[in-house]
């Protein structure tokens, strides 16, 4: 999804950015947003509190009648294992982070779509449309045309970011349909004690189903309206009498879209872009394992028509759609010796990504990408040691393949072509040292080695205070790094971009507060107070020789915020969860940072109906963000409900759920490869989805 990353903090007025060359640079109209206007960051605090508070209230009366859809109480549910903070389980109140988590019930109760609807119900995570992908903004950073960079996405702790865009997949170009995940970890914060490369703002961990839990077939269709949006899955499930655990699944999805009226500013062009939003999607999974050793296969098949005219391409023309292709393996082992104090886990990995997409400029231009990886990674988890328990590890990643290339169909004397082939390694180690019985110290450090940017160091650093049975404090330092991607480092046409290949690396340092306090056994509150600094900021500058556009370091940028969230359970099954984000981001070039909200307010309430039914009600409010142009897209408040019952009949499930209940307008900022200011999103639509089981 070769997205151009935002110009950043340079001025708009930088000649020679674009790709193509349709209009003068740093010509954007401004649109006024029809979103109404948002209040005061502290008075939507106080009512999001309220709402909190009164909501809850009615829920337990509610849940009263209703029946026990659950089975776990509010202690259970947070002391559910993490595995991607430290690649071993750990009990949250264990993980040097202030650590989330959403489960496959979750997924089910909210009706989400996707992995970006799933995470944005967490504290001080949003996300933007432009009407291709869903873009992560974490904790206040999610600049326009940012490609998600900057947060790492695993399936079963294999990564997805591709080599040649970093890109994280959050919308419907993530390989893994949502029904087959398990739970979602996660970890907001730098990773790269662990990971390296990509976890600078969080890491996702997505933990998929197993054959055992699903015992057998499960079939199910979905249609969404009005988008004409049709999809389809048919998994099979099972633990063999031989202890081989299998699971199997192919889906797909079919939509139309929307017919939309776009303005394509100064093209001077406006007009209905139709049959131009219609969407093809087709998945595989499969997962066999027996004993230590288990193997996995994910494919996503994604075409998307454009009906924005992106990169400023001639507006309203029928193309070939963005098509993106991840395919990725895994084969791990994993035991455990020495009297269970020694964890032996490894694995081998390889992936495979391909992007393809046509632009018009008067004559038709191929932008394809293409890249194979493939490595290994070992690491040994000891407990020999009284009071410590300490990981040590190697990862290696070959990357054989990482091409791009601009061919010009009708003249092919002007196309280029890239080769962007390297590698990396990594070598980690962490001490969780449990200083007394209330006290643990956790130190880790990775030291990563490329053959562009050389070699850095990622530490972590924290401490973890268990007060009281009721009360756990923490005190978190980390630092992680990004190397650039492919195209930020190698892609240069001579016309509109230069190559930089002497670009250095970016790094972000944090500190982190976190307070967890159980109230009683059903009511549970978490603090988090942060700052990050990020240096070395890989934006797009102007090469001074040539007056093109090039991606350059240079700059910081520095975040403080405030994460309140609480989570209460009722013995009748009845389930709320709500945050506030307050968070403030700076700019060095003065004035407010693009794309990002100041306040974030989330609410999810799930409640046992009668007979058998269950309804989830889902709040989200974010503060006004402002365009590229220096115009604000005022706040916006969303509600989806979600009805559904496992009891329709014997093995059936029927899932209703309506997106932006309250039918409301708002819109998201564009990029610099826009001709749009903005983007509007979704008004109201109803899906209904069925399952069977056999």
């Known amino acids: 999804m070769p997205i151009m990353p935002a110009l950043l903090l340079e001025p708009l007025t930088a000649k020679g950015f674009f790709p193509r060359e349709p209009r003068a640079a740093g010509v954007l109209l401004e649109r006024r947003s029809r979103a109404r206007k948002a209040p005061s960051h502290w008075r939507t605090a106080g009512w999001l509190a309220l709402a909190l508070w009164l909501t809850g ?89 940012d490609l998600t960079a900057r947060v790492l996405v695993m399936v079963n702790g294999n990564r997805i970011n591709d080599p040649v865009y970093d890109g994280a997949p959050a919308g419907h170009e993530f390989p893994l349909d949502l029904d087959l995940i398990e739970r979602i970890e996660f970890i907001p914060g730098p990773g790269g004690a662990v990971y390296g490369q990509n976890a600078m703002f969080g890491v996702v961990n997505v933990i998929t189903r197993t054959g055992a839990s699903l015992d057998g077939a499960e079939v199910s269709v979905s249609y969404q309206h009005p988008n004409t949006s ?25 939509a139309n879209g929307k017919d939309r009226f776009y303005d394509y500013g100064s ?56 098509r993106d292709r991840y395919a990725t393996a895994q084969l ?10 020694l964890q032996v886990s490894g ?18 231009v191929a932008d394809p990408a293409r890249a194979d990886w493939f490595g290994t990674e070992w690491h040994v988890v000891s407990t020999a040691v009284a009071g410590h328990k300490l990981m040590a590890g190697v990862e290696a990643q070959d990357n054989t393949r990482v091409e791009q290339a601009s061919l010009d169909l009708a003249h092919p004397a002007n196309d280029f072509r890239i080769d962007s082939s390297g590698h990396r390694v990594g070598v980690f180690a962490q001490d969780e040292w449990r200083v007394t019985d209330m006290l643990t110290a956790t130190l880790g450090l990775r030291v990563d080695h490329n053959n562009y940017t050389g070699t850095s160091g990622s530490p972590r650093a924290g401490l973890i205070w268990q007060a009281t049975p009721a009360t756990t404090v923490k005190v978190i330092y980390g630092r992680a790094h990004r190397a650039p991607n492919a195209y930020e480092r190698d892609y240069g046409d001579g016309k509109s971009q230069v190559a930089n290949p002497s670009l250095q690396g970016e790094a972000v340092n944090a500190w982190e507060a976190v307070l967890d306090h159980r109230f009683d056994p059903e ?79 989330k609410l999810n309430l799930s409640v046992p109906l009668a007979w058998g039914w269950q309804a989830g009600y889902e709040f989200q409010y974010d503060s006004k963000r402002m365009s590229l142009a220096g115009t604000d897209l005022g706040g916006y408040t969303v509600s989806n409900l979600t009805l559904g019952t496992a009891r329709l009949a014997h093995g059936v499930e029927l899932w209703l759920s309506v997106y932006n209940l309250f039918d409301r307008r708002y819109a998201h900022p564009g990029s610099e490869i826009n001709w749009q200011n903005s983007f509007e999103q979704d008004g109201r639509s109803a899906s209904a989805k069925l399952v069977v089981r056999f």
């Open 523 to 601: 009511l549970a509150l978490s603090a988090s107070l942060y700052q990050w600094t990020t240096q070395d900021l890989i934006k797009l500058g102007i090469e001074p020789l040539s007056g093109l556009a090039q991606y350059r370091s240079g700059g910081s940028i520095r975040s403080q915020g405030l994460e309140l969230s609480a989570d209460k359970v009722w013995a009748s099954g009845a389930r709320l969860r709500g945050s506030v984000s307050l968070q403030d981001v700076d700019n060095p070039q003065g004035g407010r940072l693009p794309n990002s909200p100041q306040t974030l307010g």
């Open 347 to 364: 694995r081998v990995f390889a992936g495979r990504y391909r992007f393809d997409a046509t632009f018009s400029y008067g004559s038709l």
């Open 230 to 254: 049709r999809t389809g899955r048919a998994t099979f499930g099972k633990l063999l009498d031989n202890g081989v655990d299998v699971l199997v699944s192919v889906s797909g999805l079919s």
């Open 332 to 341: 791990q082992y994993q035991d455990r010796y020495a009297d269970d104090t």
């Open 57 to 145: 209230s009615g829920a337990a009366r509610a849940a009263e009648a209703g029946a026990d859809l659950t089975t776990l109480s509010l202690e259970q549910l947070l002391e559910i294992p993490v595995v991607g903070a430290a690649k071993y389980e750990q009990k949250p109140a264990e993980v040097a982070a202030a650590v989330r988590m959403i489960s496959r019930q979750d997924i089910k109760t909210f009706g989400w779509r996707t992995l970006g609807d799933a995470l944005s119900s967490l504290p001080g995570v949003h996300t933007t449309y432009d009407r291709q992908y869903q873009y992560l903004g974490v904790r206040g950073f999610g600049l326009p045309g």
């Open 267 to 322: 093209s001077g062009i406006s007009g209905v872009a139709a049959g131009l939003e219609s969407e093809r999607d087709q998945e595989f999974f499969a997962r066999v394992s027996r004993g230590a050793w288990s193997a996995e296969i994910v494919q996503g098949d994604r075409a998307k028509h454009d009906p924005t005219a992106a990169y400023l391409s001639d507006p309203l023309v029928r193309t070939r759609p963005y």
